[in-house]
T-cell receptor
Framework: DAKTTQPTSMDCAEGRAANLPCNHS???????VYWYRQIHSQGPQYIIH???NNETNEMASLIITEDRKSSTLILPHATLRDTAVYYC?????????????FGGGTRLMVKP | DGGITQSPKYLFRKEGQNVTLSCEQN?????MYWYRQDPGQGLRLIYY???????QKGDIAEGYSVSREKKESFPLTVTSAQKNPTAFYLC????????FGPGTRLTVL
């Protein structure tokens, strides 16, 4: 699976959009981009995933660049409860299973 | 409610003792996983199972053992051979994206 690079930490004001970048310059054509988040001392929570088209669900939007070498997770109106570590993961679905390789992630702090 | 349960949430053991962590899911997922997380670090894969009665080692399987006798259950045993067992242990299951349990924090005294 391709490696990802994320900023170690970011701050965001409550009510504003949080834009979390991720670089995955070595992504392969069959690899998806997944985002998870982990609130302190809890299990990671799935947020969203995409292959090449932009995606949106009730939690967030995922913008993937045309060359697929980077992506941005957007939380449109961040709340204090969005304070967490956000992990960007790229992986291909194959018969070996759906293993995820977690890097260090971005620690997002939403401030009042 | 569908989901993944792990018990207990906190576990204390004396050094040299084996301990088994429970993981149960009612999502009807074939694949299940065990991860370990150390403070300030990402998750590392210990073992995974794609189907009942079959499992494979992950990146850090030494000192751990698992079984998969039922689709719903994937218990993890932390043996006395694991040199640094104190950590946060997370179980997951998947059909496509992975769903995680709440975790068990193991402290070996």
């Amino acid at each position: 699976d391709a490696k990802t690079t994320q900023p170690t930490s970011m701050d965001c004001a409550e009510g504003r959009a949080a834009n979390l970048p991720c670089n995955h310059s070595t992504i392969s054509g069959n690899e998806y981009v997944y985002w998870y988040r982990q609130i302190h001392s809890q299990g990671p929570q799935y947020i969203i995933h995409g292959l090449k088209n932009n995606e949106t669900n009730e939690m967030a939007s995922l913008i993937i660049t045309e060359d697929r070498k980077s992506s941005t997770l957007i939380l449109p109106h961040a709340t204090l409860r969005d304070t967490a570590v956000y992990y960007c993961i790229v992986r291909a679905y194959n018969n070996a299973g759906n293993m995820l390789t977690f890097g260090g992630g971005t620690r997002l702090m939403v401030k009042p | 409610d569908g989901g993944i349960t792990q018990s207990p949430k906190y576990l204390f053991r004396k050094e040299g003792q084996n301990v088994t962590l429970s993981c149960e899911q009612n999502l009807n997922h074939d694949a299940m996983y065990w991860y370990r997380q150390d403070p300030g670090q990402g998750l590392r894969l210990i073992y995974y199972s794609q189907i009942v009665n079959d499992f494979q080692k992950g990146d850090i399987a030494e000192g751990y053992s698992v079984s998969r006798e039922k689709k719903e259950s994937f218990p993890l045993t932390v043996t006395s051979a694991q040199k640094n067992p104190t950590a946060f242990y997370l179980c997951a299951s998947s059909a496509n994206e992975q769903f995680f349990g709440p975790g068990t924090r193991l402290t070996v005294l």
